[in-house]
């Protein structure tokens, strides 16, 4: 158990619906990543956030939008979806944004767009 | 981002030594090199991670060449649960840390 939660595990919905995903960071780490798994594009780095603040963007659709709230939970919104959109949704977080930092990850959300 | 290049599998028996390689011949001198696995089913799992010298944990060693072009991560005694994918990533402190996940080296344990 990395400390790290997501909600919900399993969703299901159609395309041109909006999605939330939801991610609590591990306790006392202020930055957290969003990421996405594909089977034909791997895993790929979408956005991060640091104490409320984003920090970087990665493969980031216009579609899909991030936040982090004063609780430091997270969560991504993807909007418009498609049947491309269909993958695992990792979110991890680290206590800084050191390039020592191990990134913790959460057991994911599989997305699947009918 | 940094790139690096890895065998897409590997067979290993099981309760031997496993030498996952990976390049980077691009790599910064700011340049962590992160190792995650992925067991299936799950999200990724750090591993180890080093910068200039050799690393030990209680997972595994990693062995940094003395140029830093490439690495090498060691799984000392492999068993069933190792079998997965593993990922060697640079981290640039400069460019916000964030990870760049290649295709990785699925590795298979023959019990």
């Known amino acids: 158990d990395s400390g790290v939660t997501q909600t919900p595990k399993h969703l299901i919905t159609a395309t041109g619906q909006r999605v939330t995903l939801r991610c609590s960071p591990r306790s006392g780490d202020l930055s957290v990543y969003w990421y996405q798994q594909s089977l034909d594009q791997g895993l790929q780095f979408l956005i991060q956030y640091y104490n409320g603040e984003e920090r970087a963007k990665g493969n980031i659709l216009e579609r899909f939008s991030a936040q982090q709230f004063p609780d430091l939970h997270s969560e991504l919104n993807l909007s418009s979806l498609e049947l491309g959109d269909s993958a695992l949704y990792f979110c991890?977080?680290?206590?800084?944004?050191?390039?020592?930092?191990?990134?913790?990850f959460g057991p994911g959300t599989r997305l699947t767009v009918t | 981002d940094a790139k690096t290049t890895q065998p897409n599998s590997m067979e290993s028996n099981e309760e031997e030594p496993v030498h996952l390689p990976c390049n980077h011949s691009?790599?910064?001198?700011?340049?962590?090199i992160h190792w995650y696995r992925q067991l299936p089913s799950q999200g990724p799992e750090y591993v180890i991670h080093g910068l200039t010298s050799n690393v030990n944990n209680r997972m595994a060693s990693l062995a940094i060449a003395e140029d830093r072009k490439s690495s090498t991560l060691i799984l000392h005694r492999a068993t069933l649960r190792d079998a997965a994918v593993y990922y060697c990533i640079l981290r640039d402190p400069n460019t916000g840390n964030q990870f760049y996940f290649g295709t990785g080296t699925s590795l298979t344990v023959i019990p």
């Open positions: 991890a977080s680290s206590g800084g944004t050191s390039g020592r930092d191990e990134q913790y």
């Open positions: 691009t790599i910064s001198g700011t340049d962590y």
